[in-house]
């Protein structure tokens, strides 16, 4: 085959009454709410949920503590329907660390909503999985393997569905012997739950200028491990969180250590994407991380199972842009509902499909289709996300404006102000500035970091690490990072940043190589991306765009 997919025959199209775009807690959801809204009122709703992942949860990676508000909420009997979560949190630890020891913070001082009790640890890949087959039971379409790759508008602008993607076009961007057209999936309401930094919803921001009037996204990198450990070091419950070494106090992060099920713990660290260091590498600063003497001896005698990495959304609630359009809405991390302070998006992102369905779902009973689901934003922007996000508002301008010991002191005032004495803090919302690409500092004024060499027991290096997340993608296909202009990360990147993709990217994807006149290339190992995001978030010259490759690639995260 020769033609370009342009010369092609129109896609075939499927209509749906409401198309949901990613099986994640927010998408999965509004499903399930939509099905039991018809059941309750006896009509008929066609709901088809797309993913691009092999299978539901595939590309589903978070620490997880999950506070079961949305679930409750959502199916009250999900306890006796088998959902597999059975680990309440027993125990909370804070600890600050040092390079040799560390200082353990009274649990007394915490405001309220750090504690977890009634909280569970889980594996949200799992969870997922089983919300996938309750969905499924109710009677929604779920298409696991197909990347939404394109929205569909009408002739007044509307959103009216999305596209899949093209199957089997080679790396040069022509049909191969296996090409498969992609479909249009079209409905009276499209919901996007992809998650931070989704492909779409960015487009979908800037096009109906959604962020306008609002702070700009903040993003951390959160990368996790999970450990099967010796059973005299497993503390089923335990939930312990720290913060200090290896990051300076002008890098904001932490990590997490989630003991549960049978001997697993999940190990994570999360750096804020803000840091100016452009040498600074958050792989290599979570594989330091473990070497702490309060930490390793965890892991003595274990195992690791698992790996991957994602981006967090952490601008809250000054940085949630407007979340309705014509003919859709944005739905949990796309639209960045994530609690920092507690680490936590689950819930909201549960509660966010929920509130969805409902609007979506009095507008087809009304007869709409294709405007704006106000009532769905009211509900954001009055209800249990608001009270959730208001309250912790301060913290992440806090910790980035004054660094970790001073941040995080008078982050935690104003969580008191705000939770228990006087229920608003002072009163004010402090601003983000500016995004984390621009607060990317000049080579010039940093040194290069050595970081120690991976042991292969404790620390391993990332394309060894990367094979413990199952990544695969079709090798022959179009590379689905894409540089506006090829000639930055050569003629900029390099001499005034470093190329920090070398380092911010967990997976080894960009690579500055040298030939024997040591002149420099820029190489993109696209094969080896876990879909974080980060590359599209940190580019200093925001010259990177992440775009769905080819449906049912990248990782396939196993309980993770």
């Keep these: 085959m020769t033609e370009t997919t342009a010369d092609l025959p129109p896609r075939e199209a499927m209509d749906f009454d409401v198309v949901i775009v990613g099986a994640g807690p927010a998408g999965l959801s509004a499903a399930i709410r939509l099905k039991q809204n018809a059941i309750e009122k006896g009509t008929e709703l066609s709901v088809l949920v797309v993913e691009k992942g092999s299978e539901v949860g595939a590309h589903i990676l978070s620490g997880a503590v999950i506070d079961p508000i949305g679930l409750n909420r959502l199916i009250p009997d999900w306890q006796e ?60 379409e779920i298409y696991p393997g197909f990347a939404a790759a394109e929205v569909l508008y009408d002739d007044k602008g509307a959103v009216v569905g999305v596209a899949t993607g093209d199957m089997g076009v080679g790396r040069d961007g022509k049909p191969t012997e296996s090409f498969v057209r992609g479909m249009e999936l079209r409905a009276k309401y499209t919901l996007f739950g992809e998650g931070a930094r989704g492909s779409l919803s960015k487009g979908l921001i800037k096009k109906f200028e959604l962020d306008k009037d609002h702070e700009p996204q903040k993003y951390g990198i ?53 840091y100016a260091n452009p040498y600074l590498s958050p792989y290599d600063e979570f594989q330091r991380f473990k070497t702490h003497p309060a930490i390793r001896d965890v892991f003595e005698g274990g195992k690791r199972i698992s790996y991957g990495a994602r981006a967090i959304t952490e601008g809250g609630w000054q940085s949630m842009p407007d979340l309705v359009f014509p003919g859709g809405a944005l739905l949990g991390c796309a639209a960045g509902m994530v609690n920092l302070p507690r680490i936590k998006g689950s819930h909201n992102a549960m509660l966010s499909g929920i509130a969805a369905a409902d609007a979506a779902f009095e507008a087809i009973a009304e007869g709409r289709a294709h405007d704006t689901l106000d009532d ?33 002191a008078l982050g935690g005032t104003d969580l008191w102000l705000n939770t228990v004495i006087t229920g608003i803090g002072l009163g004010y919302t402090l601003r983000h500035g500016k995004t984390d690409a621009e607060a990317t500092g000049r080579a010039s004024d940093y040194e290069p970091i050595d970081y120690p060499k991976p042991d292969g027991k404790l620390t391993f290096d990332k394309l060894t690490n990367l094979s413990f997340s199952a990544t695969n993608h079709e090798e022959n296909q179009p590379v689905h990072l894409k540089l506006t202009d090829p000639s930055i990360p050569i003629d900029v990147n390099l001499p005034e940043y470093a190329e920090p993709a070398q380092r911010y990217c967990p997976a080894g994807v960009y690579e500055v190589v040298r030939d024997s006149q040591g002149n420099a290339r820029f190489q993109i190992n696209a094969q080896n991306c876990v879909h974080c995001k980060t590359c599209d978030i940190k580019d200093p010259s925001q010259n990177i765009t992440w775009v769905c490759p080819e449906g049912g690639g990248g990782p396939n995260y196993a309980g993770m």
């Design 81 to 140: 329907k088998g959902a597999p979560i059975d680990t309440p949190v027993t125990e909370d630890k804070f600890l600050v660390l040092g390079p040799a020891g560390e200082v353990r913070l009274p649990n007394w001082p915490m405001p309220p909503l750090m504690k977890n009790h009634g909280n569970y640890i889980v594996s949200l890949g799992a969870v997922c999985k089983w919300l996938g087959e309750q969905a499924a039971e109710l009677g929604v």
């Design 222 to 274: 959160g990368l996790k491990e999970l450990w099967q450990v010796a059973p005299d070091k497993h503390q089923r419950g335990l939930v312990q969180h720290s913060f200090g070494w290896p990051l300076d106090n002008r890098t904001g992060g932490g990590s997490f250590l989630y003991h549960y099920g049978d001997n697993l713990v999940s190990v994570g660290f999360v750096v804020h994407l803000n």
């Design 376 to 408: 769905y934003e009211r509900e954001v922007r009055r209800g249990d996300i608001a009270q959730d996000l208001k309250q912790v508002r301060n913290m992440k301008p806090y910790w980035s404006r004054f660094g970790t010991v001073a941040g995080i």
